[in-house]
């Protein structure tokens, strides 16, 4: 039976769900939605290059508008990076020809941190507010828009190693060896991130995500001073304004911990199984995820199954579900694949 739900625009079931209100039909957004799948993506950053589509508020919001356009999300996720933030305190970043991000310079000294410049960052981030301004316009209340930013953990990360890393070995060493200059760090970085996610409540976002994509990465009894303790500082600082989406890689062993950090809503990675999860947390919380970015290299029917599976696993759950994929979406994904997740959402 379907409820007075299907009066509801997308911005306001999606809203609901972050409240933890339950839905027949959940909404449903992906994680990097615009990008290299789409042809008209790849179009337009042929012409523009990367960065220059982020820091112009026209292109930015027209590649945040493609798949919306396409394919009817419920919500709008600013199309930008996690890393405008170092590149905004003064470290630039390219993109590294074998793949993968590489930062000019890694951050490693005290005088490195030093040089960090977190003064500017409003001047510096002056085309995010700009971009977000023209798509509250375009969306008209009635697609929900999203701002993120990256976890201090997750930030140090690119900062530290000065690119894309696998091992994090200078960041850990950095932790354990000096832990007064990792915290002079953090401090740096969060105080960043907390002003960073004020322009874009100031901006008219409706929610935004975190993402702590690699605190999966610590040991399990320093993830606290490694990332939490800085999460919770953000979610202290902004989480009254708008519904925080935290995603959280590999971490769905802390959910209940997590959830005491007060996100209103937790993401988590494909790992977890949604069904067992929902059973044994310890407080409802609104849930959001949870398909594996790979499937969709795969064929429609087999992404109609598992999405189907996950929409059955989630079926009648108290705290709320927002569908998603459990990461970002790959350049090797197939459009109908999106399409076939559309699909099956929707007729749930
Ligand atoms: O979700 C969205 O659609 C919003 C836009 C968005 C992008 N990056 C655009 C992007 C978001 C939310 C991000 C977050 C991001 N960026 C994270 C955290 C989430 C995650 O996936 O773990 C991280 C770690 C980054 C840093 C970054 N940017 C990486 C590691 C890469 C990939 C580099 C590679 O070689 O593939 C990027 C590039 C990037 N950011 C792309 C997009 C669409 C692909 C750019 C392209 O090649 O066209």
Same mark, same amino acid.
């Given at each position: 039976m379907k409820t007075a739900e299907s009066n509801l625009t997308s911005r306001q079931r999606f809203l609901a769900a972050c409240r933890g209100e339950p839905l027949d039909t959940p909404p449903l957004w992906i994680m990097r939605?615009? !990008?290299?799948?789409l042809p008209e993506y790849r179009k337009l950053k042929w012409k523009h290059g990367f960065l220059t589509m982020v820091k112009t508020p026209e292109l930015a919001t027209e590649v945040t508008l493609q798949p919306i356009r396409r394919f009817g999300f419920d919500a709008a996720i600013l199309?930008? $990076?996690?890393?405008v933030i170092p590149e905004a305190m003064g470290q630039p970043y390219h993109f590294r020809d074998e793949g993968g991000i590489g930062m000019d310079f890694p951050i490693r000294s005290k005088d490195d941190i030093d040089r960090l $410049?977190?003064? !500017?960052i409003r001047e510096r981030l002056d085309y995010v507010p700009g971009a977000l301004k023209l798509l509250k316009r375009e969306l008209d209340g009635k697609t929900a828009l999203l701002g993120f930013a990256g976890s201090p953990w997750t930030l140090a990360t690119y900062m530290v190693e000065g690119g894309s890393s696998t091992h994090f070995e200078k960041l850990k060493e950095l932790f354990y060896g000096n832990r007064a200059l990792f915290e002079t760090l953090m401090e740096k970085i969060t105080e960043a991130v907390v002003n960073y996610y004020r322009m874009q409540v100031e901006a008219g976002v409706d929610a935004v995500q975190i993402f702590d994509s690699w605190g999966g990465a610590c040991a399990g009894g320093d993830y606290e001073a490694a990332s939490l303790k800085w999460l919770r500082r953000i979610l202290r600082e902004i989480g009254e304004a708008v519904p925080v989406i935290l995603y959280a890689k590999g971490l769905h062993h802390r959910i209940d911990e997590l959830a005491k950090a007060g996100p209103q809503v937790i993401s988590v990675d494909w790992t977890a199984d949604l069904g067992h999860l929902r059973d044994t947390l310890k407080k409802p919380v609104a849930l959001q995820g949870n398909l $594996?970015?790979?499937?969709?290299?795969?064929?429609p029917g087999i992404v109609r199954q598992e999405t189907g599976k996950i929409l059955d696993a989630m079926? !009648?759950?108290? !705290?709320g579900h927002i569908f998603n994929l459990g990461h970002g979406i790959l350049p090797t994904a197939r459009i109908e694949n999106v399409e076939a997740i559309v699909e099956t959402v929707r007729r749930s």
């Amino acid at each position: 039976m379907k409820t007075a739900e299907s009066n509801l625009t997308s911005r306001q079931r999606f809203l609901a769900a972050c409240r933890g209100e339950p839905l027949d039909t959940p909404p449903l957004w992906i994680m990097r939605q615009a !990008g290299r799948y789409l042809p008209e993506y790849r179009k337009l950053k042929w012409k523009h290059g990367f960065l220059t589509m982020v820091k112009t508020p026209e292109l930015a919001t027209e590649v945040t508008l493609q798949p919306i356009r396409r394919f009817g999300f419920d919500a709008a996720i600013l199309f930008s $990076d996690i890393l405008v933030i170092p590149e905004a305190m003064g470290q630039p970043y390219h993109f590294r020809d074998e793949g993968g991000i590489g930062m000019d310079f890694p951050i490693r000294s005290k005088d490195d941190i030093d040089r960090l $410049d977190t003064s !500017g960052i409003r001047e510096r981030l002056d085309y995010v507010p700009g971009a977000l301004k023209l798509l509250k316009r375009e969306l008209d209340g009635k697609t929900a828009l999203l701002g993120f930013a990256g976890s201090p953990w997750t930030l140090a990360t690119y900062m530290v190693e000065g690119g894309s890393s696998t091992h994090f070995e200078k960041l850990k060493e950095l932790f354990y060896g000096n832990r007064a200059l990792f915290e002079t760090l953090m401090e740096k970085i969060t105080e960043a991130v907390v002003n960073y996610y004020r322009m874009q409540v100031e901006a008219g976002v409706d929610a935004v995500q975190i993402f702590d994509s690699w605190g999966g990465a610590c040991a399990g009894g320093d993830y606290e001073a490694a990332s939490l303790k800085w999460l919770r500082r953000i979610l202290r600082e902004i989480g009254e304004a708008v519904p925080v989406i935290l995603y959280a890689k590999g971490l769905h062993h802390r959910i209940d911990e997590l959830a005491k950090a007060g996100p209103q809503v937790i993401s988590v990675d494909w790992t977890a199984d949604l069904g067992h999860l929902r059973d044994t947390l310890k407080k409802p919380v609104a849930l959001q995820g949870n398909l $594996d970015p790979v499937l969709l290299n795969t064929t429609p029917g087999i992404v109609r199954q598992e999405t189907g599976k996950i929409l059955d696993a989630m079926k !009648g759950y108290s !705290g709320g579900h927002i569908f998603n994929l459990g990461h970002g979406i790959l350049p090797t994904a197939r459009i109908e694949n999106v399409e076939a997740i559309v699909e099956t959402v929707r007729r749930s």
